[in-house]
Each structure stands twice: as structure tokens, then as C-alpha cells.
């Protein structure tokens, strides 16, 4: 049995694969900290749990839900855009309910990319932009994503004739994993390079109330850009707002003919999201007790990522405080690849970061490090590290 052409050279999920091999470290009685993926480690609000638990108590809640949502779940993202953001949004043309983003991110490619096609991807990046993109037969062209120009792309660098083949453009902003957040000005330079060249620009937004720093701007939506919603798709999902990744909760909001073509193909494949989940999604998007319950959340993850700041010099790594997101991205030293790091971090001391490499050539030289790990777990983590260099010093 041989597989299809368009999945033969691909590898398998590189957080799948860790996830194999800490699965067996700790079975071997290995204590492992993992720190290298992007799920929160904390439960969403309670009051969301109870708003689940109430609905799925009714027995006409258990049946095949509306392709793309129900009406209160997408009405409940447009409250969400229109209070967050000041975005207006027509529930039924320009709201469509995910199974979680990461199926909306692939399925949209598959919908709007034809073979031969390009799309624009940042590297570094979540990997599922550009595997959807050779999934669909199209060209990936990388935009290099440096600290010297704040981790965002330099359009005009992109050569003419590839940005006008371009079908797609992906944007992720507060961004992973390099953890860096974008000005409505450069969002706004995105969305008029998009419109230039006719390009669907897609902003992959599930970051946004994840707030490090609360002295800087909230991070915005490319949909306040004006005219934005005439170019631009914008993805967003519960997962990183209400710690929510396992309810797979999510949307695809803005464009609508593009949208439309993304319900198009979604409607193929899947039956839609379990209802009860969904009807606890309005009080996580809009209840007013979110906000103090983000500002704690937040100041967890704050105290976490404070920690690790705090130690990766003695480590001798070197990282910027992310405003934002649930990620530090800390520089190696020169002449480190970070396959070969993260593998002996592993293996010698039982912490788990993610290599850079793994979400691109120029993530290389860099390690992602997640602060979806209980405080408690990451002093463990960082006291092994340290205590681990001060040995080899000695």
C-alpha cells in the first residue's frame, strides 16, 4: 500500500512525534516537563464549564448541529468582533464556525488554491500553512521572518512576479512562534499589498487576548484596517482566549465570497461541532466575567515567562519579552542547531522546547518554549537546566 503523491514526502508531525517519545520516557519512569507545545495547561472559567454542562442536560442538544455554526454561535463572534474590536460583521456571510482554526487554515487553502498556485507563508510559522499549501499542489514561497525587522515580512521583497501568482497570503499575529505583535500600520501595509495583487490575505489571529504586557496596545484584528474585510479572511478560536484546545471552537471571519467557498468545502467533510460546546461559546467570547478571569489568566502566564526570561542568560540564551502569546523564543548560541539542542535537552535533563528548525529554515538557531506548563513544573524545568550547567562548568 502505497500513499497519495501529494502526503508521500511528508514527515510525520514533529509534536506528534515527540509526543511518542515522552509518552515512553515516562513509562521507562522518567520524569519528562514539556514545554514545547501550545496547549494550555490551565481549565477555562468555570462558569463556561457550567454554561457546557447546562445545555448538554437538554435533550434536544445532542443531535447534527447547522453546518458552519448555529445562528447564537457565529452572532456571538460578530458581539465579540464588534466589542473587541469595533469590527461590524454579518453573522451569516461573514461568520463561519470552525472545528477549531487549524481545520479552517487547511481547509481554506483547499478551497481557494489551484495547483501551481503560490502562496506566501512566514518562516518561521505554524507548519499547517505551508503543508496545506503543498497538500492543494500550490508553490510555497517563504516570507523570512528576523528580529532585525521586528518578525514581520518584508513584502516589497517578495519578487513581482511571484506576488502576482500569489493566491494566499498568511499572516499570524501576535505571531508563533517568535512571539512578536504587529501595528495596525503594518497590517494595514499588508492588506494594501494584498489588494495590489489580488491576493486572499489570511491573518491567523488566536492570540490576541493573550496579553503579556498591558502598558503596550491590545493586539488588533486586520480586520480594523479599513476596507480590510474586502481582502482579508481573519481566523480566531477558544483555544488561547479560554483555554479551551480540546472543545475545538473556532471561526473564520471577513471576506465573504471567500468564506463562502470555505463553507463550500468544509460542508464536505465535516457534521459541525457538538451543540452544548457551542452554546457555551457566546459566554466565553462575551460574558463580562471574562475579563477579570483573562487578567488572572494572564498574569500567570506573566510569572511564567518572567521565570524563564530570568534564566536563560545563566543558560546562555538570550530572548526579547514577548508582549503577547504564550511563547519565548530564545536565540541559541552561534553554531547550535536546534534539533540536536532540544533532543539532548530531552534526553539529559527531561525538558522538552521545541526546535526552531521545525517551523522553518529561519526558525533555525532558535528554540520556541511554552508557558502552557504549571508554574510549579517550569521552576522544576529551569532549576534542572541550571543546575545541570553549573555541573558541567564545574
Sequence with gaps: ???????????????AQVGRQIRQMRAQGRPVVRMDIGAPD?????FVIEAMIAAARR????????????????????????????????????????IG???????????????????LVPDPGYPVYSAAARIAGAQVVTMPLRAEGGFFPDLSAIPEDLARRAKLLWLNYPNNPTGATVT??????????????????????????????ESVPRPPSVLQVPGAVEVAVEFN??????????????????????????????????????????????VALNDPRMEPWLRERNGIYRQRRDLIL????????HAAPPAAGLYVWARLPRGLDSLTFCQNLLQEYGVSWAPGRVFGEHGEGYVRISLGTATDQVRAALTRLLEGRKAHAA
Excluded at 534564566?311 to 546562555?316: R, T
Aim: aromatic content about 12%; charged content about 20%; hydrophobic content about 45%.
Design 1 to 15: 500500500m502505497q500513499p497519495a503523491d501529494r502526503i508521500a514526502t511528508f514527515k510525520p508531525y514533529y509534536f
Design 42 to 46: 490551565l481549565p477555562p472559567p468555570d
Design 59 to 98: 435533550p434536544d442538544r445532542h443531535s447534527y448541529q447547522p453546518y458552519g455554526g448555529t445562528p447564537a454561535y457565529k452572532a456571538a463572534w460578530a458581539e465579540y468582533y464588534a466589542r473587541r474590536f469595533g469590527v461590524d460583521l454579518d453573522p451569516e456571510t461573514q461568520v463561519v464556525g470552525l
Design 101 to 119: 482554526s487549524k481545520e479552517g487554515i487547511f481547509h481554506l487553502t483547499q478551497a481557494v488554491v489551484n495547483p501551481g498556485d503560490v502562496v
Design 184 to 213: 495596525l500600520d503594518q497590517l494595514a501595509a499588508a492588506v494594501d499589498f494584498a489588494r495590489h495583487y489580488r491576493i486572499l490575505l489570511a491573518h491567523d489571529a488566536p492570540y490576541v487576548d493573550v496579553v503579556l504586557d
Design 237 to 282: 478560536s477558544l483555544s488561547k482566549r479560554a483555554n479551551m484546545a480540546g472543545w475545538r471552537l473556532g471561526a473564520a471571519v471577513g471576506h465573504a465570497q471567500a468564506l463562502k467557498y470555505l463553507f463550500l468545502y468544509k460542508s464536505q467533510v465535516d457534521s459541525s461541532t457538538f451543540g452544548p460546546l457551542m452554546d457555551a461559546a457566546p
Design 310 to 317: 530570568a534564566a536563560l542568560p545563566e543558560l546562555g540564551l
